[in-house]
């Protein structure tokens, strides 16, 4: 199957941690991406992790992927208000010619004062 | 800002109509994607143009067909829409057709379909 799931919600205050996961299914993606949707806006590409690697940290953002059980996960340190959005995970497959993206079912961010 | 652009923002409609989404992608991308984001389906990727020729189909229904133009601008067509098809239309591109280099994909802002 092509499910990438993803928890539908979650809640912390203003200055934790944020840890949100996904499950994906193809072994083989090359890429595993993470992207941040904002209300009534578009998907904006937050961080990707090459499949080779286990963790990828950029400023506040931590990517870490256990590929033995296709789990990867994003970690907001000192969450603000701003990052409330619904993060995406998504796999990328590729058929040599064409890539095609798979999103999770979206991870609704609140940050609570 | 993306630098994609979709038109129209906002489309209302009636059933069995038919309508046509527009994507300029960023200056210099070859490729274009489709997506369809709804509150049963969540995110689904519809189809992908490369340089004008279709190079991968998600769940694209037979109503809804794409094209790619020689400006690379393109077109997402849904006809005999029916109330289901109502969502956010949205389109990517990229500079590259494969994935395997990372490619990023920018989005555009969606276009929301209301069939009423």
């Known amino acids: 199957g092509e499910d990438v799931e993803q928890s539908l919600f979650l809640s912390v205050r203003e200055g934790d941690s944020s840890v949100i996961n996904c499950t994906y299914t193809d072994s083989s993606s090359t890429y595993l991406y993470w992207y941040k949707q904002e209300p009534g806006a578009g998907l904006q590409l937050l961080t990707y992790i090459f499949s080779n690697m286990d963790m990828k940290q950029d400023q506040r953002l931590t990517v870490l992927l256990n590929k033995k059980d296709k789990h990867l996960s994003l970690r907001i340190a000192d969450t603000q208000t701003g990052d409330s959005a619904i993060y995406f995970c998504a796999e990328i497959q590729n058929t040599g010619t064409a890539s095609k993206l798979t999103f999770g079912t979206g991870t609704r961010l609140q940050v609570t004062l | 800002d993306s630098g994609v652009t979709q038109t129209p923002k906002h489309l209302i409609t009636a059933t069995g109509q038919r309508v046509t989404l527009r994507c300029s992608p960023r200056?210099?991308?070859?490729?274009v994607y489709w997506y369809q984001q709804s509150l049963d389906q969540g995110l689904q990727f519809l189809i992908q143009y490369y340089n004008g020729e279709e190079r991968a189909k998600g769940n694209i229904l037979e109503r809804f067909s794409a094209q790619q133009f020689p400006d690379l601008h393109s077109e997402l067509n849904l006809s005999s829409l029916e109330l289901g098809d109502s969502a956010l239309y949205f389109c990517?591109?990229?500079?590259?057709?494969?994935?395997?280099?990372?490619?990023?994909?920018?989005f555009g802002p969606g276009t929301r379909l209301t069939v009423l």
């Open positions: 990517a591109s990229s500079e590259e057709s494969s994935g395997s280099s990372g490619d990023e994909q920018f």
């Open positions: 200056s210099g991308d070859l490729s």
